[in-house]
């Protein structure tokens, strides 16, 4: 990697740490109304409608915001006010959607698993036999509150068998594990620019089947979130609805350019399962294990179950980690303590090693014996 800035690398899941050509292309200002911007928008939608394989049948709707603005938006959109959405729910991002959903007023059913045990395929499915009310699934992919990864293909597949729509929340595994819009039934895909596409954060994109957005007009209960009036306006002018992100939008453009070059879908997944790896292996070495099962971890982020030793604690550990310069994440489980480790971003196997070392080197400094004296 071509890291040649001394800000600390970010082992989070967004956001991440971004190439130097990543950064460099915001320097520039661009108008909202100028040809020029206007296609480097529209050449991102299509990049990203191809990186899922829907060019036959999906668009690509940018919104600004974070993540979560666009979670908010599909739902907002593609559920009507009579809807009734199921919500696999294993993690903090699945009660995100809960959440949302309540806001909405949009009813929602939860369907609970435990946070180390992906969504149940035969579950889901019988949940929706039982009730016909329900109209759409709202799924995570890869549930960044514990790096769990849920079956979306078979899911995807009995939710189709169901007749139902599916909402996807694939903002951590978007462009690093593969989505084939072409062989899984999936009506809209919701992710972000700050994610695995490793450009910086300020806009987030749902792709979504063209029939089910033409069909969703008046659905949402907001103008600012309300993607079939975005995607109109932008089919009619080219141009952003409202002020559009700018140095956000060259910047995933240029990120895109990378994620090419690196050769694309298999080559990130690849990278980011190659840190996981090492990141595990490493981790373990020093005494640290992971929560979850091998089986059903995802290669985005990994939750470590933190040192038992009364001399840890987590506020000083990172700080410690920090003045090494690496970010840690915080665990999001309210049972178990933990930390996270991200896998992504513009990070190497050599980028890992070194964060093993810093942590290996923290611990010891704290006191905080590291043989045996882990939960797991
Ligand atoms: C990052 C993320 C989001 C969006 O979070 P923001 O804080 O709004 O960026 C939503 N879902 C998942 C699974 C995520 O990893």
Same mark, same amino acid.
């Given at each position: 990697m071509n890291q040649i800035d001394r800000d600390p690398l970010l082992l989070t899941p967004g956001p991440l740490t971004t190439s130097l050509r990543t950064k460099q292309a915001m320097l520039h200002d661009w108008g909202s109304w100028d040809a020029a911007f206007n296609r480097i928008t529209g050449e991102v939608c299509r990049q990203l409608v191809a990186i899922a394989h829907g060019e036959a049948s999906h668009v690509c709707v940018p919104l600004q915001g974070s993540g979560t603005f666009s979670v908010e938006a599909a739902l907002g959109t593609l559920?009507?006010?009579?809807?009734?959405?199921?919500?696999?729910?294993?993690?903090?991002?699945?009660?995100?959607?809960?959440?949302?959903?309540?806001?909405?007023?949009?009813?929602?059913?939860?369907?609970?698993?435990?946070?180390?045990?992906?969504?149940?395929?035969?579950?889901?499915? *019988?949940? /929706?036999?039982?009730?016909?009310?329900? %109209?759409?699934?709202?799924?995570?992919?890869?549930? %960044?509150?514990?790096?769990?990864?849920?079956?979306?293909?078979?899911? *995807?597949? *009995?939710?189709?068998?169901?007749?139902?729509?599916?909402?996807?929340?694939?903002?951590?595994?978007?462009?690093? /594990?593969?989505?084939?819009?072409?062989?899984?039934?999936? &009506? *809209? $895909?919701?992710?972000?620019?700050?994610?695995?596409?490793?450009?910086?954060?300020?806009?987030?994109?749902?792709?979504?089947?063209?029939?089910?957005?033409?069909?969703?007009?008046?659905?949402?209960?907001?103008?600012?979130?309300? /993607?079939?009036?975005? +995607?109109?306006?932008?089919?009619?002018? %080219?141009? +952003?609805?409202? &002020?559009?992100? %700018?140095?956000?939008?060259?910047?995933?453009?240029?990120? $895109?350019?990378?994620?090419?070059?690196?050769?694309?879908?298999?080559?990130?997944?690849?990278?980011y399962a190659a840190n996981c790896r090492a990141l595990v292996k490493g981790m373990r070495s020093l005494g640290l294990e992971p929560f979850l099962d091998p089986a059903v971890q995802g290669p985005i982020i990994v939750t470590f179950h933190a040192p038992a030793s009364p001399a840890y604690d987590f506020k000083t550990f990172y700080a410690k980690v920090r003045d090494k310069g690496f970010i840690l994440y915080p665990g999001k489980l309210t049972q178990v303590e933990t930390f996270r480790v991200g896998c992504i971003g513009a990070l190497d196997t050599h980028d890992v090693a070194k964060v093993v070392h810093a942590v290996g080197a923290t611990l010891r400094e704290m006191g905080v014996s590291i043989t045996a004296a882990v939960h797991g």
């Amino acid at each position: 990697m071509n890291q040649i800035d001394r800000d600390p690398l970010l082992l989070t899941p967004g956001p991440l740490t971004t190439s130097l050509r990543t950064k460099q292309a915001m320097l520039h200002d661009w108008g909202s109304w100028d040809a020029a911007f206007n296609r480097i928008t529209g050449e991102v939608c299509r990049q990203l409608v191809a990186i899922a394989h829907g060019e036959a049948s999906h668009v690509c709707v940018p919104l600004q915001g974070s993540g979560t603005f666009s979670v908010e938006a599909a739902l907002g959109t593609l559920v009507p006010k009579g809807g009734k959405v199921l919500v696999p729910n294993n993690g903090a991002y699945c009660a995100r959607i809960l959440k949302i959903l309540g806001y909405l007023g949009r009813q929602a059913v939860e369907l609970p698993f435990a946070e180390d045990c992906p969504a149940d395929p035969s579950a889901i499915e *019988a949940a /929706l036999a039982a009730d016909p009310a329900i %109209t759409h699934v709202a799924q995570v992919h890869c549930e %960044t509150g514990t790096g769990i990864l849920n079956p979306l293909a078979e899911i *995807a597949a *009995a939710v189709a068998r169901q007749g139902r729509e599916l909402i996807v929340d694939a903002m951590s595994s978007f462009a690093a /594990l593969d989505i084939d819009l072409r062989s899984t039934p999936i &009506t *809209a $895909l919701v992710a972000a620019s700050g994610k695995c596409l490793e450009g910086v954060p300020g806009m987030g994109f749902v792709i979504v089947r063209r029939s089910a957005l033409e069909a969703a007009a008046g659905n949402c209960h907001s103008l600012a979130m309300d /993607l079939h009036d975005q +995607w109109q306006y932008m089919q009619k002018t %080219t141009q +952003w609805r409202f &002020t559009p992100p %700018t140095h956000v939008v060259v910047a995933l453009h240029e990120a $895109l350019a990378q994620y090419t070059e690196e050769g694309g879908l298999a080559a990130r997944g690849g990278r980011y399962a190659a840190n996981c790896r090492a990141l595990v292996k490493g981790m373990r070495s020093l005494g640290l294990e992971p929560f979850l099962d091998p089986a059903v971890q995802g290669p985005i982020i990994v939750t470590f179950h933190a040192p038992a030793s009364p001399a840890y604690d987590f506020k000083t550990f990172y700080a410690k980690v920090r003045d090494k310069g690496f970010i840690l994440y915080p665990g999001k489980l309210t049972q178990v303590e933990t930390f996270r480790v991200g896998c992504i971003g513009a990070l190497d196997t050599h980028d890992v090693a070194k964060v093993v070392h810093a942590v290996g080197a923290t611990l010891r400094e704290m006191g905080v014996s590291i043989t045996a004296a882990v939960h797991g």
